[in-house]
């Protein structure tokens, strides 16, 4: 009887293959057979299947679980129904007319028993290698060859899967050089006089420092090596690089050198031809303490900036300069020209990190040429985008850099350890610059924060992080004699004429800068991620088809295979807790009512039975069903009968009858 | 039961079961999903629940639209290109070096063309500043006392005027004081100029012929001013002198260089090729193609580069076109041209000049990787000069060919265009409003010449490290200088003096060459392969899966659907031929067997094996076939001509 059963509940799972006839009849045989040693699974759901099966109130309870899961309530023919969609699925016509279409199918529905579920299972996944393993019960040796392949595979597959997502997570970036050649906005261009104030204009402020300083030479020469001497001076030199501010302050307006100038208005867009700093054009001017005044030509103010649509020299900035000497501060200037910096237009002029010291009596060419790196922000690089996610308050009025946020980290660092600011980077506001009046030891401050700040123990270095896009300006410089011999005559006479001074020292007195493109031809340096999300999901996806030959897709049928199990497990459980406590008593009753039940309500009981019978007539012999169709129905006919005939029953009666 | 079995015979010998020949529609599909190997099909059809069916086709679809989605990322983002740089250590090609002087000509072999120039350039200078006669006064004067009674020319032409800040519109001549109402723009922004001491500032006029439309151009330097207005005159004048004579005027090779050094080999003038430019006059290429080989160093430092030491006469030099001394060197490849103006380094006198060299070369790819061009074959600019493709050849011819069509002459800087002549005001009076015109059009990028030109797909390019030192030494000069002056003794009949002379040097720093390179980043491998990855990885298909797709969604969705327009209208007609035959009712309910209830569809294998459950009371009482076969062969009687023939016989 057991062997009968066995059968008859395994058909019901098959019956999903529907028109995969020949595979069926394959199937059975090894299955039924091996189904005590081969499928451990298989047995022990054996076991628990005659609970739900046999007893007609347990399969009740199952389908008003159904009911409640499902929001369509479904009266117990619901299930038989459930049952019969199987059936409908083969044949697309309304086979019975009695029978709802399969459109009043429940919404989901669960198999009745593990086994059915596995079945159902292996014979439907795509699983290549798990199919396999699972359904081929031939014999222990294949199995276990099959299992062992199985882990093969699967092994090899999450070894490569380990190093693609290694790969892919170390971030690794391809670097991208473009050439671009575009009209190009010509960068900002300072020039500095490299004298802070004219000395006769602050003669008086300077008198006493000049004094001391010549003292203190003056003794160096007559005691050379005197210990208190050399830390007098010491001191006095500090005093020398710290006396200047206050004056320097005050004085600012009034030091910017003017005279007159000429601009060549060729072009409207490049080409400024220009004698002298002080012209007052589109430039605009700031107070270097060391370097003196700052002209920025083609900054951010500008209003329309210059572009570059030709390279060369007749398309750049073309500016003359005077840089007499006679009033430099003898002993902070010690250096005759200018100086000049190209930087960005909305970075700041760091005149000490990068600049061109031009030499008078020379005409200077810089030419330059344009360079773009864009880094990748995120997690392929550590770069920031805007400087805003950087632990440093940027204390310049632009935007950020490297060296910006280096002086600013510095600044900061100096507010909170010497209580003042330090003269040469912008304070905050409610912090004053560094005095010996006020803050008599910040110079030893000072010294002992650079000294901490060089070793890196303040931490800038790490905490500003690169911008993720700099653009620089390579610069190179030639140099020619300026003016020539035979045209200095006429020139000097001119520039003299023109601006109403007389120039001294003539070839020491003036100084030329072109600064122009070498090339519009400008290299970008990108970065871009090599290994995209796009090419991972191909790796991957080769991989997983060369060792496995499943699909995500799979997955999901695992996953829906997990689902079903927790819930058939749940049913099941709910189902032997509801017969042990709920009516002890129907336990018993429930097996007495197999009796009453197959004659009062069969559907229920037979819904999983007819149609195997069914399948099994069909299969073999499908003549009979066309040829002979009164015996065809007589068979098939009993299960949506509601009246229930003598024969459905008697055929089903064996199944549960134990 | 003969009929039945008839009815069975044919129905297997006729009726396909499922499958391309499936009747419906929703039987092919189903088929299809059972059948296929693809992931996810098979699930909509056998698992159970609507809930589940509906969220298998909704796997299913999102599959597919994952698998559309990558793969056309893929698509697109296949022409990408990887970059190697390479960095090899081996014999490095010497590049061309041309070095020219920055004046042109000798001025003594250049003055008689200019005299006139010269000496109004001197008038305007002394009406425009009051300048004193230097001490050349007399040869000025002599020269002047030559050119006597002559009119002056030039400033008729274009005078120089002084533009009163604060008084526009007028303006002065400077030559004649008369004062000339001056229309159009003035082109000069300095409106807020701080400068106190001269509101004056000078400038020139350009009109075109009509003289209503002008263009002012004003310089508030006077420097600049007459430098601007000598070049422009000079440029008319030098574009009438033929090339030979130029070349006779300018310096030749022996006069240039006085010494030549090259991997510690001498080497002289002959190693040198001339090259005229029109504003530089002649330069000399070293290690150019013509000569037979190209040179190559076999070591990197300073000892095995170019060394030559250059004559400078500055005493030759123009006042007024150049105010600056020294020469210009550019360092190029072979067949690159020297665009002395945009590259040239500058060179000073009584220095030496080190330069330091660093190869990259880079390769790009061209289309459709990126917009370059690997010979400028197909870019529609004429390539006017003698040398291989450059972005920078493209923008002057292009230019100079605009110029030529607009302006009827040709710009002098440039090389000439075929059939076309340099401007000179002789012939065309008013270029020079013209060039003014066209090349601020061409700056404002309204010639289209920037979008028409594009970048050369390999080049390489030298970066150039320059140093200074002076040279000669103090205790070196007295030697030196001696011995240079009886090495030139042949050409120049004086004694060289410091200034006059400049030492060069250019070498590699090291010979290792860096290459830049760009390949291909995905070949059409990788691509299907990636391809093949996406379709395993979201549903386990096959390019065979695609075309069982194509198959059966396209050939057999189409030809069902054409099969049962054609029985429908076959019916359509049948019925509108005969009568219905009372035999047979049309109403499908008369059927007892509903197997082959069929309306107007074939019926299948499984529709036909499909025996619905009947009443249990009606069992015995199932009709005869006979209907059915009747019906049939109605339904079928093209297919089953053959089969009917049999049953009636």
Known sequence: ??????????????MGEGTQGPELSLDP???????????????????????????TPGLMEGTKLEEQDASPPQPTPGLTK??????QGLGPEPAAPQQPTAEEEALIEFHRSYRELFEFFCNNTTIHGAIRLVCSQHNRMKT????????????????????????????PVSLNINLNSDKLVFPAVTICTLNPYRYPEIKEELEELDRITQQTLFDLYKYDSSPTLVAGSRGRRDLRSTLPHPLQRLRVPRQARSAASSVRDNNPQVDWKDWKIGFQLNYSHFHHPMYGNCYTFNDKNNSNLWMSSMPGVNNGLSLMLRTEQNDFIPLLSTVTGARVMVHGQDEPAFMDDGGFNLRPGVETSISMRKEALDRLGGDYGDCTKNGSDVPVKNLYPSKYTQQVCIHSCFQENMIKECGCAYIFYPRPQNVEYCDYRKHSSWGYCYYKLQADFSSDHLGCFTKCRKPCSVTSYQLSAG???????????WVFEMLSRQNNYTINNKRNGVAKVNIFFKELNYKTNSESPSVTMVTLLSNLGSQWSLWFGSS???????????????????????RRFRSQYWSPGRGDRGAQEVASTQASSPPSHFCPHPTPLYLSQLGPAPSPALTAPPPAYATLGPCPSPGGSAGASSSAYPLGGP | MAPGEKIKAKIKKNLPVTGPQAPTIKELMRWYCLNTNTHGCRRIVVSRGRLRRLLWIGFTLTAVALILWQCALLVFSFYTVSVSIKVHFRKLDFPAVTICNINPYKYSAVRHLLADLEQETREALKSLYGFPESRKRRDAESWSSVLEGMQPRFSHRIPLLIFDQYEKGKARDFFTGRKRKVDGRIIHKASNVMHIESKQVVGFQLCSNDTSDCATYTFSSGINAIQEWYKLHYMNIMAQVPLEKKINMSYSAEELLVTCFFDGVSCDARNFTLFHHPMHGNCYTFNNRENETILSTSMGGSEYGLQVILYINEEEYNPFLVSSTGAKVIIHRQDEYPFVEDVGTEIETAMVTSIGMHLTESFKLSEPYSQCTEDGSDVPIRNIYNAAYSL??????CFQTKMVEKCGCAQYGQPLPPKANYCNYQQHPNWMYCYYQLHRAFVQEELGCQSVCKEACSFKEWTLTTSLAQWPSVVSEKWLLPVLTWDQGRQINKKLNKTDLAKLLIFYKDLNQRSIMESPANSIEMLLSNFGGQLGLWMSCSVVCVIEIIEVFFIDFFSIIARRQWQKAKEWWARKQAPPCPEAPHSPQGQDNPALDIDNDLPTFNSALHLPPALGTQVPGTPPPKYNTLRLERAFSNQLTDTQMLDEL
């Open chain 1, 82 to 87: 459930g049952d019969k969609r199987e059936e």
């Open chain 1, 552 to 574: 995500v897709l799979s997955v999901v049928e695992m996953a829906e295979l997990i689902f079903d199990l927790l819930v058939i497990t749940f049913l099941m459980l709910l």
């Open chain 1, 144 to 171: 276990a060859f099959w299992a062992v392949l199985w882990l093969c595979t699967f092994g090899m597959m999450y070894w490569q899967f380990g190093l693609l997502f290694g790969e892919y997570f170390s971030y």
């Open chain 2, 392 to 397: 920078q050849i493209c923008l002057h011819s």
């Open chain 1, 1 to 14: 009887v057991g062997m009968a059963r066995g059968n008859l509940t395994w058909v019901p799972g098959v």
């Open chain 1, 479 to 489: 140099y020619s004699r300026w003016p020539s011999v035979t045209s200095q005559e």
């Open chain 1, 29 to 55: 045989d090894p299955c039924s057979p091996q189904s005590t040693p081969g499928l451990m699974k298989g047995n022990t759901l054996e076991e628990q299947d005659p609970r739900p099966l046999q007893p």
